[in-house]
């Protein structure tokens, strides 16, 4: 049988940060350079709470590494990159964090995103110190433009390059039946999944 692992594990982030939330902050803005957000963008794409999302918002802010900007009425949160917390936060995720944690948390709010998985060394837990990081997306061309794109910011995170293959659903699904060799080696060897999960036969069904 696969080994599989998601999210069930406690994260190593709660080690590193005084909250999950403040984890999540950190890495969201830090995989979307120069974007700014207001307050309930901000709650619907991350999934936080209100009350946990305004508390770290302020904490950012007061200590300068998120800027608060108003903009017809509204509170606008961008990060400030040139402050120093971002780079010490990067040496900090880098040195301590599970770069799988570090993905899953890029990768909150990715749009139209159905699943990802990280397979390869890293999920077989042989990988070297400097081994790129495989990570498969499942999902249509635009989730899958945006999640790249995240992914690849996220390198400076983890330290290492992250390579990333996908499909969408119903192409995945015709490799499938085609007995394709790569898909198959890579459904048959271990995974850990960042972004929800694969049912293979739902995923026939409806291709």
């Not at 350079?33 to 209100?50: I, M």
């Not at 400097?130 to 249509?140: E, Q």
């Not at 794109?149 to 039946?177: K, M, T």
């Not at 271990?190 to 293979?200: F, N, Q, T």
């Amino acid at each position: 049988m696969t080994r599989e692992s998601g999210s069930a594990a406690k994260s190593s982030l709660a080690a590193l940060f005084p909250s999950m939330a403040m984890a999540r902050l950190v890495i969201f803005f830090a995989v979307q350079p120069g974007a700014r957000y207001h307050l309930r963008e901000l709650s619907r794409v991350t999934g936080l709470a209100s009350a946990s999302l305004q508390h770290e918002l302020k904490r950012l802010t007061q200590i300068g590494a998120l800027r608060r900007e108003e903009d017809g009425g509204r509170a606008y949160y961008s990060a400030n990159e040139s402050h120093p917390a971002w780079y010490a936060w990067f040496l900090l995720l880098r040195a301590g964090a599970r770069p799988a944690d570090v993905l899953r948390e890029a990768l909150v709010g990715a749009p139209d995103l159905e699943a990802a998985f990280v397979f390869g060394s890293s999920a077989r837990g042989d990988a070297r110190p400097d081994s790129d990081i495989d990570v498969f997306l499942i999902g249509s061309d635009r989730a899958r433009t945006e999640a790249g794109r995240r992914l690849v910011e996220a390198e400076l995170l983890v330290g290492r390059d992250v390579d990333v293959i996908g499909y969408a659903p119903d192409q995945l699904a015709d490799r499938i039946r085609s007995n394709n060799g790569f898909v198959h080696r890579v459904l048959a060897e271990p995974r850990e999944w960042v972004r929800g999960s694969l049912d293979l036969d739902g995923l026939l069904e409806r291709a």
